[in-house]
């Protein structure tokens, strides 16, 4: 990886390339683009990865190995909402009850108000409470059935409706990037063909919330739900 080559045109010494991702472009492709994440602290990001990895089955090691769980982490896939009243809060729903939606939730700090169903059954929650395991474990069902590994979930529907009561940090990890997060787990195991490599399951995890959060940003304004 050290060794200096001479090129023929320039004369100039230049270092050769590996076929695989190198530290900087893995560094930016797991980092991203900072400029509209999230700040979240070292301390927050630790005690996600703790829960998810200790208290949602389809994030244990079993499924995500854990150095693959930080990388995700590591993405872009945390939101805050802050508001400026009641009426702004209810206008912009965390998840709303019938609407389809294809990603999983975590509460990680604030409260928010839990509307369940018709009925309107409220309750407050806080930090900790998750939303939409049903999809992971639509996911997890897929990507162990070898005969259709193309299969795509594409979404389930929240039967509430969750409303900020102050303002609230969350983590949203969509379908697509646990898919891949799973797959990435399975070839550092050895579970996939030879020909799929470590770096092209964490590179399609990485695409795909980078190309998620460019289109978020895009549909922001007219869509409190992304």
């Given at each position: 990886?050290?060794?200096?080559?001479?090129?023929n045109?320039?004369?100039k010494?230049?270092?050769?390339?590996?076929?695989f991702?190198?530290?900087?472009?893995?560094?930016?492709?797991?980092?991203g683009?900072?400029?509209?994440r999230?700040?979240?602290s070292?301390?927050?990001?630790?005690?996600?990865?703790?829960?998810?990895?200790?208290s949602?089955?389809?994030?244990?090691s079993?499924?995500i190995?854990?150095?693959i769980?930080?990388k995700?982490l590591?993405?872009?896939?945390f939101?805050?909402?802050?508001?400026k009243?009641?009426?702004?809060?209810?206008?912009?729903?965390?998840?709303?009850?019938?609407?389809p939606?294809?990603?999983f939730i975590?509460?990680?700090?604030g409260?928010?108000?839990v509307?369940?169903?018709?009925e309107g059954?409220k309750?407050e929650?806080?930090p900790?409470?998750?939303?939409?395991?049903q999809?992971?474990?639509?996911v997890?069902?897929?990507?162990?059935d070898?005969?259709?590994?193309s299969k795509?979930t594409?979404?389930?529907?929240?039967?509430?409706t969750?409303?900020a009561?102050?303002?609230?940090?969350?983590?949203?990890?969509?379908?697509?990037?646990?898919r891949?997060?799973v797959r990435?787990s399975r070839?550092?195991?050895?579970?996939m063909?030879?020909?799929?490599?470590?770096e092209t399951?964490?590179?399609?995890?990485?695409?795909?919330?980078s190309?998620?959060?460019?289109?978020?940003?895009?549909?922001?304004?007219?869509?409190?739900?992304?």
């Open positions: 990886e050290t060794d200096i080559v001479m090129d045109k320039t004369r010494k230049r270092r050769s390339t590996s076929k991702v190198n530290k900087e472009k893995e560094f930016q492709l797991f980092v683009d900072v400029t509209n999230v700040e979240v070292p301390q927050a990001v630790h005690a996600v990865l703790q829960f998810l990895s200790t949602i089955d389809a994030f244990s079993a499924n190995k854990t150095e769980l930080q995700l590591n993405l872009d896939v939101r805050d909402l802050k508001f009243d009641e009426e702004d809060a209810r206008q912009r729903p965390i998840l709303e009850n019938g609407r939606c294809d990603h975590l509460i990680v700090e409260k928010v108000e509307q369940i169903g018709n059954y309750f929650s806080g900790f409470t998750s939303f939409g395991k999809i992971l474990d639509l997890l069902s897929e990507t162990s070898t005969k259709s590994p795509v594409t979404s389930w529907t929240p039967e509430c969750i409303v009561k102050t303002d609230v940090l969350w983590l949203k990890v969509k379908q697509a990037t646990f891949n997060a990435a070839v550092d195991l050895g579970d063909a030879n020909s799929e490599t470590v399951a964490l590179e399609s995890m990485a695409r795909c919330v190309s998620i959060s460019e289109n978020s940003q895009v549909a922001k304004e007219n869509d409190p739900l992304i």
